[in-house]
Structures are given as structure tokens and as C-alpha cells.
């Protein structure tokens, strides 16, 4: 099955800083990949995701970015806020089609922003 | 409003002492998942539903069953619950683009 690795466990940042987290996959047929915000007390919601037919994704101040040879994908935060303190949580999966197929997780990397 | 309920929220039990954590979701979803979150570990899944009646174990199902007679219910049973089943619960669904999870449920087994 697939295996998603996650890096850093844990990353500080000042306010208005950026923070980047890194995830390797190893499963070249996974073809798409989310990320999930985990607030404090909350269960994780989708924050971005990319397919892997295309290379970079924004959202205002977030972006993923893929590079399919390599296998890994990242989530880039600009502009750090206070709110932007949680768990963040990497994914991949086989879309196929009609359903979405099976996330496999990476464990998680707590972000805090301090101000 | 779409969600996923999950209850209780919170969960005191002692071994062995079956328990059942119920799973609701009102997007009508195929496709939902047990999760169980511990620190470290992050997401495994325990079980996954692909439709009614149609079930399949995840990565961590020992100790655990689910049952999937409606469409929008997909409980979580513990039959004999051992304190190695501490750990935070997430029920989920899943449509095309997303998977929406529920508040979760923490349940600690003395």
C-alpha cells in the first residue's frame, strides 16, 4: 500500500513568517493530494488539494506544490497568522473517477504561529 | 447544513464493557471511514464502508467492528474494550473532491 511520509513533526514560526511542510508518497499510481487543518478540539478539514496534473496550486496565503519524479509534495503557508496555529496533515490517494479512493496520511506536523 | 455527528464526544468505559460510538452523516455519501488518532501516529484507519452492507478492514482493525444496514449510519463497536483502544475517534465520509470528519470522540478505557 501507499506510504506518506511527514516533515517537520512540529515547526514554530514568528507572525508574518512562512512555514513549509514536506510529504513523500511512494506510490507512483496515487494521483491526488490533500491537506487537512486540524483545529484545536475540531475534527480535520481540507484546506487545498492538487492533482498530479498540475504542478503548483494557490489559495491566497497557502500553495502546494508537486513534483511527480521526486514523489513529493509541499504545503507552503505565507504570511503566518496566530489562526494558522494547528495540526496539518498531507495525503495521497488513487481518484478514481467517479469515487475518491483510500487517503493514506502522513502523521501530522503541529504548526504553531507565535505572535 | 452537511456534517458528520459523532457521539458521545467523551467516553469513560472500563475493560471490557462493550461500547458503540455512532456515526451519522446527511450528504448522502457512499464511502465512509473509521480513523482512530494517536500522538505521533496520526490518522489510521480502522475500517472503511464503500456502500450498504459493504465493509473492509483498514490498517488497525483488531478489537474493533462496524456495521453498515442504512446508508447514513456507520457505527464503531467495541466488543471488549482494552486500554490500548485510548485514543481520539474520527468517523468520516467522502464524497469526489473531500473527506468531511466529525468533531470526534475521545475515549479513555481504564
Known amino acids: 500500500g501507499e506510504n506518506v511520509e511527514q516533515h517537520p513533526s512540529t515547526l514554530s514560526v514568528q507572525e508574518g513568517d512562512s512555514a513549509v511542510i514536506k510529504c513523500t508518497y511512494s506510490d507512483s499510481a496515487s494521483n491526488y493530494f490533500p491537506w487537512y487543518k486540524q483545529e484545536l478540539g475540531k475534527g480535520p478539514q481540507l484546506i487545498i488539494d492538487?492533482?498530479?496534473?498540475?504542478g503548483e496550486k494557490k489559495d491566497q496565503r497557502i500553495a502546494v506544490t508537486l513534483n511527480k519524479t521526486a514523489k513529493h509534495f509541499s504545503l507552503h503557508i505565507t504570511e503566518t497568522q496566530p489562526e494558522d496555529s494547528a495540526v496539518y496533515f498531507c495525503?495521497?490517494?488513487?481518484?478514481?473517477?467517479?469515487?475518491?479512493?483510500?487517503?493514506?496520511f502522513g502523521r501530522g506536523t503541529q504548526l504553531t504561529v507565535w505572535p | 447544513e452537511a456534517q458528520v455527528t459523532q457521539n458521545p464526544r467523551y467516553l469513560i468505559t472500563v475493560t471490557g464493557k462493550k461500547l458503540t460510538v455512532t456515526c451519522s452523516q446527511n450528504?448522502?455519501?457512499?464511502?465512509m471511514s473509521w480513523y482512530r488518532q494517536d500522538p505521533g501516529l496520526g490518522l489510521r484507519q480502522i475500517y472503511y464502508s464503500m456502500n450498504v452492507e459493504v465493509t473492509d478492514k483498514g490498517d488497525v482493525p483488531e478489537g474493533y467492528k462496524v456495521s453498515r444496514k442504512e446508508k447514513r449510519n456507520f457505527p464503531l463497536i467495541l466488543e471488549s474494550p482494552s486500554p490500548n483502544q485510548t485514543s481520539l475517534y474520527f468517523c468520516a465520509s467522502f464524497d469526489f473532491q473531500e473527506a468531511f470528519f466529525g468533531q470526534g470522540t475521545r475515549l479513555t478505557v481504564v
Open positions: 450528504m448522502n455519501h457512499e464511502y
Open positions: 495525503a495521497a490517494s488513487t481518484d478514481r473517477g467517479s469515487t475518491l479512493g483510500r487517503l493514506y
Open positions: 492538487i492533482r498530479s496534473n498540475v
